[in-house]
C-alpha cells in the first residue's frame, strides 16, 4: 500500500451527497480513500470530532496512475466525515455541500503565481484557514506558467497545502494557466472544466473561461469567436446563469475584468453584461490586476444601485503598489493595493463581505439583504 505524496490529498467539487478526492504520487499506483463517519466530541479536543467506529468504507480507482481522482458518493448533506488516503496515516475532514437553509462561507482569492515573495501566498492561505470557509474560489493566475509542472506546487498546492486538505477549491482559468494540460489534470470540477456551474447552499455560482472569450494579441485583448453569443461557451453561460436565477444568492466569477481601474480593465468582457444583468447576479468576481477593487452596483454599464451588480476584483495573493491606479475610475466603491482575499458569510437572505489583508486586518466590508 504504497502512498509517497506529492500533492494532496485535497477535495473538489462538492454536492449535497458527494465529493471528489484528488492526490499526485510519485509512482503509478491503484489509489484508494478511505473515509469514516464522525460524532462530535467536547470542544478542548483536537477537532471536536472524532472517527466512529465500524464506520469505515472506502474506494479503490481501477488502474494504476500518479494523479488520482476518487468519487465519494452517498454522503449526507451538509454532514462531516474523516477521510484519508489508504495508507497515510494522517486523517482530514471533508464536509457535503448544504442544504439551503444551512448558512455557509466561502473565501475567494488569485494571482498566487509568483508575483513577488512567494511567503505572500503562505501568509494569504494561512489567513484564509483562520476563517474556515466552506469552499475557496480562485480567480486565476494560481500559478506563473500552467504549462511548467513545477508551478503547480511552488505557487499553489504548496504553500495552500494545509488549507486545501478540509477546504474544496473552484478555479477559473487565467491568462498564466495557459489553457495547460496540468489545469485539467490536477482538478475536478463539472464539465467542460474550464466553464462551469455549480450550487451550494442557497447560493449558484457561475465560472467562466475568460481567456477563451478573449485572447492576447501583443499585449492587447482580442475578441475571438467564443464571445460570438452563439458560441458554446456563451451558450452555456447565458443557460447557467438563467438556471442559477432561482437561487437566493448568485454568482460569477471570471479572470479578466470588465470594471477596474487603469490598464488592466478588458472593456470586451462587458459583452456579458447583458447575461450578467438578466440573470441579477449580485457580484461577480475577477482579477487579472493585482489590487483589490470594489464597484458600485452597475446594470446596462451604468450606476445602479437598485438592480446592479457589484464586480469585485480580487487580486489578492500579488497586490502590490506601484500596480494602483492613481485615479479612481467612475465605478470605483473602494480599492486598496495589498496583499488580501475577500471572506463572503451568507445566512439565508444576508451577506456579509469583508476584504481582509495578509495581516488579518478587515479594510473593506460589505453588507446586502435580500
Known amino acids: 500500500m504504497m502512498t509517497n505524496l506529492l500533492k494532496g490529498p485535497y477535495l473538489q467539487w ?3 451527497d458527494a465529493v471528489t478526492v484528488m492526490w499526485e504520487t510519485a509512482d503509478d499506483q491503484v489509489g484508494e480513500v478511505e473515509w469514516f463517519e464522525t460524532e462530535a466530541v467536547h470542544a478542548g479536543l483536537s477537532g471536536a470530532a472524532k472517527t466512529v467506529e465500524g464506520s469505515r468504507r472506502s474506494v479503490c480507482e481501477v488502474q494504476a496512475a500518479r494523479i488520482h ?19 497515510e496515516e494522517a486523517l482530514h475532514t471533508l464536509n457535503s455541500a448544504p442544504e439551503e437553509a444551512t448558512p455557509f462561507s466561502f473565501c475567494v482569492t488569485s494571482e498566487t503565481g509568483g508575483y513577488g515573495d512567494d511567503k505572500i ?38 504553500p495552500a497545502k494545509n488549507l486545501l486538505h478540509n477546504t474544496p477549491f473552484y478555479l477559473c482559468p487565467g491568462n498564466h494557466e495557459e489553457n495547460a494540460d496540468w489545469f485539467y489534470r490536477f482538478t ?10 455549480f450550487d451550494f447552499g442557497n447560493a449558484h455560482f457561475t465560472a ?44 460569477a466569477f471570471y479572470h479578466y475584468p470588465p470594471y477596474v481601474s487603469g490598464d488592466y480593465e478588458v472593456p470586451q468582457m462587458r459583452e456579458l453584461g447583458a447575461d450578467v444583468d438578466a440573470a441579477k447576479v449580485d457580484v461577480v468576481f475577477n482579477s487579472h490586476t493585482i489590487v483589490y477593487e470594489r464597484s458600485h452596483p452597475i ?15 480580487a487580486g ?26 475577500v471572506h463572503v458569510s451568507i445566512a439565508g437572505p444576508t451577506l456579509e463581505l469583508q476584504a481582509v489583508d495578509v495581516d488579518g486586518r478587515v479594510f473593506d466590508q460589505l453588507r446586502l439583504n435580500k
Request: proline share 5%; hydrophobic share 35%.
Open 121 to 158: 501566498n503562505e501568509g494569504i492561505f494561512e489567513q484564509i484557514a483562520r476563517y474556515r470557509p466552506d469552499v475557496l474560489i480562485v480567480v486565476g493566475d494560481a500559478v506563473s506558467r500552467g504549462s511548467n509542472y513545477d508551478d503547480w506546487a511552488r505557487f499553489f498546492f504548496g
Open 188 to 197: 475536478d470540477f463539472p464539465e467542460p472544466g474550464n466553464y462551469y456551474g
Open 69 to 87: 481522482r476518487i468519487r465519494i458518493e452517498g454522503l449526507e448533506s451538509g454532514r462531516e466525515y474523516h477521510y484519508r488516503v489508504a495508507g
Open 208 to 251: 467562466a473561461d475568460t481567456t477563451r472569450l478573449v485572447d492576447y494579441v501583443e499585449g492587447c485583448p482580442q475578441s475571438t469567436s467564443e464571445m460570438e453569443s452563439t458560441s458554446a461557451q456563451r451558450t452555456f453561460l447565458r443557460d447557467d446563469l438563467r438556471r442559477g436565477a432561482s437561487s437566493t444568492w448568485q454568482f
Open 299 to 313: 446594470r446596462q454599464g451604468q450606476l445602479d444601485v437598485v438592480d446592479g451588480t457589484i464586480y469585485i476584483v
Open 316 to 341: 489578492g495573493a500579488g497586490a502590490k503598489p506601484d500596480w494602483f491606479h492613481p485615479k479612481r475610475a467612475w465605478h470605483t466603491a473602494q480599492a486598496q493595493a495589498v496583499p488580501h482575499f
Open 14 to 16: 462538492p454536492t449535497t
